[in-house]
C-alpha cells in the first residue's frame, strides 16, 4: 500500500483515537511540544464522561494545561506522571493529584526500556514527507525507547510543529493509528531583564573564553549570559534545551561551532522551547541535531567538548556547597533534569567550568539563598562534592577542591549584606570557620 493511502486508512478523529484507550492503561509521551493536546484533550472528556478509569499518562516538563494536572474532578480517572514538573504538573504533585518520578534526566530511555511498558504512546509531530516520515520535531529525548516499549504507537500531526531535518522521525509504517489537531504552538514569553540578572550575566561572561562550548538553562539570567556573550567568538553549542538566547548567538556569529571536537558545525539539544521565533529557526535548520537525552546529557559524551561551560539555576544553597533546585522544602517545584550531569559534564572537560547562579535573596530580600544548613526538606541536587562555581550578583565562589573553611568565607561573601552577620555567626557556631 503506498504511503498516502496508509495514512488515510489510519487517520482518524482525537475522539475516535481516544476511545480506543481502555481503563487501566499506561500512556506515555515526551518532552514539552512533543505532548498531544488534541488527544489529551479528548481522552480526559471520555473520562470525564465516566467512561475511562485507572488511566495513567506519563509526561515531562508539561506546557499545555492538561485537565487530568489541572481538573480535581479526574482524580482516579486519568493520572498524570511526570518525569520533570512544569507549571500545572508542580502544583498537581503538591496537590496530591498527580505523581512524580525522581530521575536524572538522561537515565529516563534506561528507566523506561527497563521498568515500563505502555499500552500506547502519542506524540505531536510534524506533517508526513514524501518519503512516509513523521518529524519528531523539536523533542527526541526518549521517545525512541518509549517506542520500544510501547504495544501501540500513535501520533498527532500538527502543522504548526517545524520539521526538524536532523532529529527523530516516525515512519507511517510504525504508527497504529493518527489524528490532525492543528494548533499554536506554546511559547514562553521574553524574561525582564533586571540589574542583578544582568550582573550575574556579566561575571560569568567575563570567565567563558572564545571557543568554549556552552549550556543555558531558562530564565533571566541564562538570557543575561547570552547577551554578554554576544561579543565572543566561535563558541559551541551542546545543551539540554535550545532557548532563544542560542538563536541570537548564531544569528549574530558569536556561535558558529567551528571549534567543538563532536558534531563540529552543528548545535546539539535534546529538546527545544521558547518563542515562535526558534520553531522557525529549527524548521528545515542542518545546524540543529536534535538527538536522543541518554546521550546528549552523558557527562561522559558533554566532557568529549574542550571548554565545556554549563550554567545552571538554584533556589538555594548552604554554607558546604549543597545545591538545591528542586524544592522550597518539602514543596515539589521541578525534578533534577540535567544540571547534575551537566556540572559533571563541564568539570569533567578539558578546561572546562560549571555554574550554579542565582539572585542572593528571595521574597523582596527578605530571605537569603545561602544559608548555613538546607531548608529541612529541601532536595539535593547538586552535591557538594560536584559543584564548580556558585554565583551571585555580589561575585563569584570557586568551590571545587576547597576546604569547609574557604567554601564558607566563599559563599559568604557573595551572599547579601543583610545576611552575612548571620551566616558567619552559624558558620562559626558549627565550627567551619577556622
Known amino acids: 500500500m503506498d504511503i498516502v493511502s496508509l495514512y488515510a486508512q489510519k487517520r482518524v478523529s482525537p475522539q475516535e483515537l481516544a ?9 506515555g509521551t515526551d518532552a514539552a511540544l512533543a505532548a498531544p493536546p488534541g488527544f489529551f484533550a479528548a481522552l480526559s472528556e471520555r473520562a470525564r464522561q465516566g467512561a475511562l478509569t485507572g488511566v495513567t499518562v506519563q509526561t515531562l516538563l508539561d506546557v499545555y494545561p492538561f485537565d487530568f494536572y489541572v481538573d480535581e474532578t479526574l482524580k482516579g480517572k486519568v493520572t498524570g506522571v511526570s518525569w520533570f514538573s512544569g507549571g500545572f504538573a508542580r502544583k498537581a504533585v503538591n496537590a496530591g493529584l498527580a505523581d512524580f518520578i525522581p530521575n536524572y534526566y538522561r537515565d529516563t530511555p534506561s528507566h523506561i526500556l527497563r521498568s515500563y511498558d505502555y499500552d500506547a504512546v502519542c506524540f505531536s509531530v510534524s506533517p508526513m514527507d514524501r518519503h512516509g516520515y513523521f518529524s519528531l520535531s523539536t523533542t527526541c529525548s526518549y521517545t525512541p525507547a518509549m517506542i520500544q516499549k510501547a504495544r501501540r504507537v500513535f501520533v498527532e500531526v500538527n502543522r504548526r510543529q517545524p520539521r526538524a531535518l536532523c532529529g527523530g522521525q516516525i515512519h507511517i509504517s510504525q504508527v497504529d493509528a493518527l489524528t490532525e489537531f492543528d494548533c499554536e504552538l506554546p511559547t514562553l514569553p521574553p524574561t525582564k531583564q533586571d540589574e542583578v540578572s544582568l550582573t550575574i550575566g556579566g561575571l560569568i561572561a567575563e570567565r567563558i573564553d572564545d571557543g568554549s562550548c556552552i549550556q543555558l538553562g531558562i530564565g533571566a539570567i541564562p538570557d543575561a549570559v547570552g547577551a554578554a556573550l554576544k561579543d565572543k567568538h566561535d563558541l559551541g553549542i551542546h545543551t539540554e534545551m535550545f532557548t532563544d538566547s542560542m538563536v541570537e548567538l548564531i544569528e549574530c556569529g558569536a556561535v558558529n561551532n567551528s571549534r567543538k571536537q563532536i558534531h563540529r558545525g552543528q548545535s546539539v539539544t535534546t529538546f527545544a522551547f521558547g518563542s515562535q521565533r526558534i520553531y522557525d529557526f529549527i524548521d528545515d535548520n542542518p545546524g540543529i541535531a536534535i538527538m536522543p537525552v541518554d546521550y546528549v546529557n552523558d557527562p561522559n559524551v558533554i566532557c568529549k567538548n574542550d571548554n565545556m561551560i554549563s550554567i545552571n539555576a538554584a533556589l538555594e544553597v548552604d554554607l558546604m556547597g549543597q545545591v538545591c533546585a528542586e524544592s522550597v522544602g518539602t514543596r515539589h517545584i521541578s525534578g533534577t533534569g540535567g544540571q547534575v550531569d551537566y556540572v559533571r559534564g563541564a568539570c569533567q572537560s578539558k578546561g572546562g567550568k560549571s555554574f550554579i547562579a542565582f539572585s542572593s535573596t528571595a521574597k523582596n530580600g527578605t530571605i537569603s539563598k545561602v544559608k548555613p544548613i538546607l531548608t529541612p526538606g529541601a532536595v539535593v541536587t547538586t ?25 564558607a568565607r566563599q559563599l559568604i561573601a557573595i551572599a547579601h549584606p543583610d545576611f552575612r552577620d548571620e551566616l558567619r555567626f552559624e558558620a562559626k557556631k558549627r565550627g567551619i570557620l577556622i
Not at 476511545?19 to 500512556?27: A, D, I
Not at 562534592?385 to 567554601?407: C, F, Q
Open 19 to 27: 476511545s480506543r484507550v481502555e481503563n487501566g492503561w499506561r500512556l
Open 383 to 407: 552535591s557538594k562534592n560536584d559543584v564548580d562555581y556558585i554565583v551571585t550578583e555580589y561575585g563569584v565562589a570557586h568551590l571545587r577542591g576547597e576546604t569547609l573553611s574557604s567554601r
